[in-house]
């Protein structure tokens, strides 16, 4: 596959009921927030993402309820290296099967954790940080590919959103009221 090619996969965004696009470096999200719907209308949004496309090593950042979703398809090694760390060295401890449902399909809220910005490495030549996971240059906060906080002042890790598998390979973010 070209390099074209594929940097037009990674820019994709895959959603059946989501609207707009989140894609860039980092920035601080209150910016976004402030456009979005009230939060009443909000309450019930789910967004339906078919995974399908999404190539193993890819990225793909979808919406739901006006929040980037990161949903990484990660490589055998990548879940290695989540699942290798000792609990004791995190800093918001939680094991990688308590952040997937299933390890191929990591699903994340991309927004640090510190002060809400919006962490680098979901484009292709992105900054993925020492974890390979995400990098937030706002203050220096690395995540790991489980989506973990692993250095810098942010306390968490990045959320998981509330899912569930529709399909094989077609997932629905948030709840149905
Ligand atoms: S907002 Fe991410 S490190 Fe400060």
Known sequence: MSNKKSTRRDFLIITTSAVG???VGAFMWPFIDSMNPSKDVLAGATTEVHLAPIQLGQSITAVWQGKPIFIR??????????KDVP???LIDPQT???????????IVVGICTHLGCIPAGQK????RGPYNG???????SAYDTAGRIRTGPAPKNLLVPHYTFL???????GKEV
């Open 124 to 127: 292709p030549g992105e900054n």
């Open 73 to 82: 398809h990660r490589t055998p090694e990548e879940i290695k290296s989540a």
């Open 21 to 23: 696009t989140v894609g």
């Open 87 to 89: 609990i004791s060295n």
């Open 167 to 173: 399909e094989d390979t077609v997932i629905r973010i």
């Open 134 to 140: 995400w990098f937030c240059p706002c203050h220096g």
């Open 96 to 106: 990688d099967a308590e952040r997937v449902i299933k390890p191929q399909w990591l």
